[in-house]
């Protein structure tokens, strides 16, 4: 059987499936609470949402309203906290939505998509301790999993690693990924300590009438469930203004911003998202001044608390730099044009000293250098190091490019040449991933997803303790002091010659002896010089 074709069978499965129970929970996962972000501004923020200080959210769907037919227990591992929670205390949303998936040039299925989810706040959960948690429907329990918040406080000290990868499905391509990450939740559930999931999945995630983000999500559930899922999104989850991916995510100040942008601190690092794609293409000119207003304020403050949490890593589907152009090669969707439509994010990102862009969209590896205004920008990195896979002290963000998680859409085979700003790409199917080092040094790895070995990492150091780059001007500065003394040089000694032979001169005309004319012109060259 050709992978598409089993593709369609598990979706007719699945599809029966779905009519079948209208209340069993599926499409589990979770999320870091508002507390996340709240904790930079000491619980007091005007864009705070209704759930201000919740540890963690758990969402799920059920195919019906089932407004009471769910339960969910949670207890930690000690059972000094153990809550069963029910129907009432839930954020329950359904959707009703019209699918017309016919396009301009291809007829296709159109029909209704009805689902609900269902989101559960959980307040005042410890850092550092493992919860468990179940959903009960009826006699079936789903679950359990087991998870374990990670501190938001500047002065955590616990080792930090994230996991980085978007342009995702569930055919073939996309499972290397997906299996990968579903053994190693199972072998170690601590080895993550949140998703950066940086949009399009499924590939789309309202085809075959909606289900096939259900797939997707329920695909991903068993590592999704443990490892809070935060989530860009991208232009793939574009139709019905994002109402598909909203409905199902809650992200920090959902109730203010839909997951459109957000922010959230672990430990040492302020992480910021935006949909750059949500601005460009459907915000209206209020909501673009209010997003970039927001993102201002947030980086300005960010900026300002660097003495505590030293790490900005800003998060995109949209990228603003790579190198390869899309496969049908329009202008707009060409790499070097990015930047130009795109520049209102990147000039936020170089003003306040962004140190790490996380960007995806185009369906490769490719990491880049600091880069400012479309060029390369200076960095320390030691000379025997001939694969840069050190960034020492950088002079603008550094940009990252993660969208070769997998799928069946389109995958690039063939790299374009590298742009200026560019240090290495791949085209393997693979994730990343992102540690904290110390206060003074993140490392990036990016990993092949279909035997773990890892193609490509970089060190991103900054501060006093290590080597600057030279600024720009100093080498050209250097050279025209040269120049100035090579030319003076050749002034003094053109200067001696002639006074030498004007001396000669003037002696021969006096008849004076050529002994006492050559002690002259010694006596007068040691004046001058």
Request: charged share 20%.
């Amino acid at each position: 059987m050709k992978p598409q074709h089993l593709f369609i069978f598990v979706m007719m499965l699945w599809g029966v499936s779905h009519a079948y129970d209208a209340c069993y929970p599926h499409q589990v996962h979770i999320s870091l609470g508002d507390a996340y972000y709240n904790v930079m501004y000491n619980y007091n923020s005007e864009l705070s949402g209704n759930e201000p200080n919740s540890s963690v959210i758990i969402i799920w769907q059920t195919n019906d309203a089932c407004q009471d037919s769910n339960l969910l227990h949670i207890f930690s591992e000690d059972h000094s906290y153990d809550q069963t929670f029910i129907g009432e205390n839930f954020y329950h949303e359904s959707i009703n939505l019209f699918i017309n998936e016919s396009t301009a040039t291809k007829q296709g299925p159109e029909g209704n998509y009805t689902s609900t989810s269902h989101t559960a706040y959980i307040y005042n959960l410890k850092y550092g301790v493992a919860y468990t948690y179940e959903l009960k429907y009826g006699d079936i329990i789903v679950g359990p999993y087991t998870f374990t918040l990670p501190d938001p406080s500047p002065n955590s000290t616990e080792p930090m690693k994230f996991v980085i990868y978007a342009d995702i499905d569930t055919q073939e391509k996309g499972n290397h990924t997906i299996d990968y990450l579903t053994q190693l939740v199972h072998k170690d559930r601590n080895a993550f300590t949140a998703q950066l999931l940086l949009g399009d999945v499924a590939y789309d995630i309202y085809n075959d009438l909606g289900l096939r983000g259900e797939y997707f999500f329920n695909t991903v559930q068993n590592f999704s469930a443990v490892w809070p899922m935060m989530f860009t999104p991208g232009n793939h989850e574009w139709y019905a203004n994002y109402s598909l991916i909203n409905f199902r995510t809650r992200m920090p100040l959902h109730n203010k911003t839909s997951n459109q942008y957000f922010s959230f601190n672990i430990g040492k690092i302020h992480f910021i998202t935006a949909n750059i794609d949500y601005f460009v293409e459907n915000a209206d000119a209020t909501e673009k001044y209010n997003m970039l207003a927001w993102l201002r304020k947030d980086l300005e403050y960010a900026n300002s608390t660097r003495d505590v949490r030293p790490w900005i890593v800003a998060m995109t589907h949209r990228a603003i730099y790579c190198s390869e152009n899309s496969p049908d090669d329009k202008p707009w969707k060409r790499c070097y044009n990015f930047y130009n439509n795109y520049s209102d994010f990147e000039e936020l990102w170089d003003s306040f000293k962004v140190d790490l862009v996380l960007q995806a969209h185009m369906h490769f590896w490719e990491r880049m250098g600091p880069v400012s205004k479309n060029n390369s920008a200076p960095y320390y990195s030691p000379s025997e190091d001939t694969g840069k896979h050190s960034i020492i002290n950088p002079q603008a963000p550094v940009y990252t490019l993660d969208g070769s998680a997998g799928n069946n859409y389109f995958m690039v085979k063939n790299m374009s040449p590298l742009a200026n700003y560019s240090i290495n790409h791949d085209t393997d199917i693979a994730f990343s991933t992102l540690s904290l080092v110390n206060d003074s040094c993140l490392l990036y790895e990016h990993i092949r997803s279909s035997d773990g070995a890892v193609i490509d990492y970089f060190y991103l150091m900054k501060g006093s303790q290590y080597p600057y780059p030279k600024t720009p001007g100093t080498k050209k500065t250097h050279n025209i002091w040269l120049l100035m003394g090579v030319v003076a040089g050749i002034a003094l000694a053109a200067f001696i010659g002639y006074k030498k032979w004007w001396k000669r001169k003037i002696m021969s005309e006096r008849e004076v002896p050529l002994q006492k004319t050559e002690m002259m012109d010694i006596k007068v060259n040691e004046l001058i010089i």
